[in-house]
């Protein structure tokens, strides 16, 4: 009975070890296909999610600057995401 127990742990744990890894890698193969966007690209496929996408001269640069860090949280990007797309809409 107890070396029942404490088999069943370590498959458990070996599971759990494998979803962490699974997940890990999926999530670093994630960010280097987003590596790969542009700033225009990253802006059409977050920013309308939400709203309407407000055109690029709509605010000045110090407004994008503080939009993106307001809209980086709620889009969930990371900061290098939204440096590409207040890049974009500050060129
Ligand atoms: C998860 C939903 C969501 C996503 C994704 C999102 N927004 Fe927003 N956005 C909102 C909400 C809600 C508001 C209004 C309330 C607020 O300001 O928090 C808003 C407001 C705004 C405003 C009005 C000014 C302001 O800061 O309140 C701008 C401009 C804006 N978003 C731009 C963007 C840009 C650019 C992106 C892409 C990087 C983006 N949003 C992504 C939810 C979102």
Redesign the pocket.
């Known amino acids: 009975m107890k070396a029942n127990n404490i088999n069943r742990m370590t498959w458990m744990m070996i599971a759990g070890t494998v979803i962490v890894c699974a997940v890990l890698m999926n999530s670093c193969m994630e960010s280097q296909k987003v590596a790969g966007k542009s700033g225009v690209q990253?802006?059409a496929e977050?920013?309308q999610?939400?709203?309407n996408?407000?055109s690029p001269n709509?605010?000045s640069h110090e407004q994008w600057v503080?939009?993106?860090m307001?809209?980086?949280t709620?889009?969930q990007?990371t900061e290098k995401e939204?440096d590409k797309?207040v890049a974009f809409?500050t060129q």
């Open positions: 990253l802006w977050n920013c999610r939400c709203h996408t407000p709509t605010f503080t939009i993106g307001h809209m980086q709620r889009a990007l939204r797309i809409l």
